[in-house]
């Protein structure tokens, strides 16, 4: 704990009233934009309808795991449809995205194989990697000719797999999905693509970057989580019956836990339709997120390199990042700052979620309010 508090990385919880993008906190309006409520359903009359529906049929839990007596039809029927919108043969619903990742990895790869991860993919993926005994190799992150210079000089005895977020959760940027596709099918690897912040925002049907049309990509697996802009919770892998056979025998936590809870899975299949009677949310939040950036930039901030609704301010030094978001925070805007681990050393900064929570009135408020705040920090 010393160490922990004097590098600056002491992690907290803060308790809140409320979840999205805005609401009321401590007599004030709260701007929150620490949520990945992206399309701002998760308290959409739509989806609590559909939540306590489930609730009164099937009660408050699944009661087993999958394999025993937990697969209700409901996980079925969401199977289903998340085959459909990421155009796989079919999907596995797990308790998560992160255990979703770790029981992927671990079940698929072996000490033989070869994993090939851009470097800031997301946690659950190293951890699926580190739970297999494979090798993981990191490439720079979004280098993919560094990539294939790797693939082409490493020896592997067994399976390549090539793992990669789509769009990055801490920097808001996107893998080139066509290229590593193609890097893929070149190296006789199997590609393995994250959509978890792109899923119900990208592509047709909401299938996330894959799936934009024009230039289909179909991953070996497509990941994905109903934590973020279908406003529920769980994950699920799109695959081959194949993979997906292969999973429900050896993909520990799949096999080991008990069935996601219906109501989460019923909100999630609600948010789905929700997404496919109305095309043009994903479409809205992107338009927002760039209404955003241009008004950072306009108070002469930069953006890193976001390409999304994920909109990080460069900060640098840990303990400067969490006084900004304390600062921002006395002001009725929540943005949480972000340090090591889960950004490279000296890259602390500030995260910002845009969703469809923030008008255009809002999204102004708040670029001003960060601008003057970051230049009296002096950081940035
Ligand atoms: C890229 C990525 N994958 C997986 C996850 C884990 O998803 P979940 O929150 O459903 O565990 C997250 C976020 O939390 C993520 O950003």
């Known amino acids: 704990m010393n160490a922990i508090r004097e590098k600056g990385l002491l992690r907290s919880l803060r308790s809140l009233p409320a979840t999205g993008g805005k609401f009321q906190w401590q007599d004030r309006e709260l701007l929150n934009f620490s949520s990945n409520d992206y399309l701002d359903l998760a308290n959409d009359e739509r989806l609590k309808q559909a939540g306590r529906e489930a609730l009164e049929r099937w009660g408050g839990g699944a009661t087993a795991s999958r394999l025993m007596s937990g697969t209700l039809d409901l996980h079925t029927e969401l199977e289903a449809r998340l085959a459909a919108v990421t155009g796989q043969e079919t999907a596995l619903v797990f308790g998560s995205g992160f255990l979703t990742n770790l029981g992927l990895l671990s079940a698929l790869t072996g000490k033989d194989d070869a994993i090939f991860a851009d470097k800031l993919n997301h946690a659950s993926l190293v951890d699926g990697a580190r739970f297999s005994e494979a090798r993981m190799i990191r490439y720079h992150h979004l280098k993919l000719d560094n990539l294939e210079k790797m693939l082409r000089e490493t020896e592997c005895a067994g399976r390549r797999w090539i793992a990669s977020d789509s769009i990055f959760s801490m920097d808001g940027d996107l893998a080139d999905v066509a290229g590593l596709q193609r890097l893929a099918q070149a190296s006789g690897a199997t590609l393995l693509l994250d959509e978890a912040h792109a899923v119900g925002i990208l592509g047709e049907r909401g299938g ?173």
């Not at 230039?215 to 934590?227: D, R």
């Not at 973020?228 to 429900?248: M, P, W």
């Not at 997404?275 to 950072?296: S, T, V």
């Not at 925070?329 to 700052?337: K, N, S, V, W």
Request: proline share 6%; hydrophobic share 45%.
């Open 208 to 380: 996330g970057l894959c799936r934009i049309s024009g230039q289909p990509v179909v991953p070996a697996i497509t990941v994905g989580t109903f934590s973020k802009a279908l406003g529920s919770y769980g994950g699920f892998a799109a695959c081959s019956h194949e993979i997906r056979d292969f999973l429900i025998n050896r993909a520990r936590p799949f096999i080991y836990s008990t069935a996601l809870p219906p109501v989460c899975a019923a909100c999630a299949l609600r948010a789905l339709q929700i997404i496919e009677e109305e095309p043009g949310l994903g479409a809205e939040l992107l338009r927002r997120a760039e209404f955003m950036k241009d008004a950072l930039r306009a108070q002469g901030l930069e953006v890193m390199s976001s390409a999304s609704q994920i909109i990080p301010i460069f900060v640098g030094d840990n303990e400067q990042a969490v006084a900004l978001a304390d600062r921002l925070l006395d002001q009725g805007i929540l943005a949480t700052a972000i340090r090591p681990p889960t950004v490279p050393p000296g890259t602390a900064r500030i995260r910002l979620s845009v969703t469809l929570a923030h008008s255009e009135q809002d999204l102004s408020r708040a670029a001003e309010v960060i601008a003057k705040t970051v230049k009296q920090a002096g950081a940035a």
